[in-house]
């Protein structure tokens, strides 16, 4: 068996869930890797324990993993949702955890964590649904944790479309991310998306239209420069204030 005594941290009553701050529902594992059925079923229990206990509140859920060495890990960020979107979320929470990169696959965990928080009203312009990258080429760049492409070479990944013009690319997968493409002389600029949601957007620059491993992606202030599908150099963008000018000393005699 993969679970131990299923811990819901005394939610067994309403009068014991905390109206402000953070909610752990908590399921001990026996230090076996995360797999997509024990999200379900995770959230299958979550379902059963403490959805009907918050009626048609409005509330944020977080998918967090305890790794063996006692550290603790975000998979997801934060989805506000209610009662009736429930169901939306195993496809959303698989989708982020199957974008980790391998060496996440491989741990081991002690408990699986969904923390939750009630708010006032729903607000979705701060849901964020989940990210994947589901491609034909196995050699994947790992970003935080997250695996992204390491190729400029469409027809690498898995069903892409182009439009008449040839500049315009969508890209689908076997999940509910997608990806658009503005394909540039020498660039992409890649949107990526679930369920028809933007997630985020990376650029990738080319330095030799004859060789498609070797370019430089911009995503989230950092650079990253590959060489033959392997990063070989990786930047920050910083940005730093100038030194205002200093006032020569006055000195009297």
């Known amino acids: ?35 997509n059925p024990i999200i ?9 324990f403490i959805v009907p206990k918050l009626e048609n509140q409005t509330y944020g859920l ?5 790794f063996h060495n006692g550290s603790v890990r975000s998979i997801s960020s934060m989805q506000i949702l209610r009662k009736e979107t429930f169901d939306d979320m195993e496809p959303v929470f698989h989708d982020f955890w199957n974008l980790r990169s391998d060496d996440y696959h491989l741990m081991c965990i002690s408990e699986v964590i969904l923390s939750f928080r009630f708010f006032k ?29 390491n190729t400029m070479d469409l027809h690498q990944w898995e069903n892409i479309s182009f439009n008449d013009d040839y500049n315009k ?21 890649i949107s990526v998306l679930s369920n028809g949601k933007l997630l985020f957007t990376f650029i990738d620059v080319l330095f030799n239209s004859s ?8 995503i989230n202030k950092q650079v990253f420069t590959f060489h033959d ?16 000018n200093i006032k020569p000393a006055q000195f009297s005699i």
Not at 26 to 32: A, F, H, Q, S
Not at 62 to 66: A, Y
Request: net charge positive.
């Open 1 to 35: 068996m993969y679970f131990n005594n299923l811990s819901n941290k005394n939610l067994n009553d309403l009068s014991s869930l905390k109206l402000t701050g953070w909610n752990n529902f908590v399921l001990p594992i026996n230090d076996v890797s995360l797999t």
């Open 40 to 48: 379900s079923f995770v959230l299958f229990s979550f379902w059963k």
């Open 62 to 66: 977080m998918l967090k993993v305890k």
């Open 121 to 149: 009203t729903l607000d979705t312009s701060k849901v964020v649904l989940a990210k994947d990258s589901t491609i034909k080429n196995k050699s994947l760049f790992s970003f935080r944790g997250y695996s992204l492409p």
């Open 169 to 189: 690319a969508t890209i689908t997968t076997k999940t509910s991310i997608s990806y658009n493409v503005n394909i540039l002389d020498d660039k992409h600029v």
């Open 211 to 218: 060789n498609l491993s070797s370019f430089k992606r911009t």
């Open 229 to 244: 599908s392997k990063v070989v150099i990786k930047e920050f963008i910083r940005k730093c204030k100038f030194i205002k």
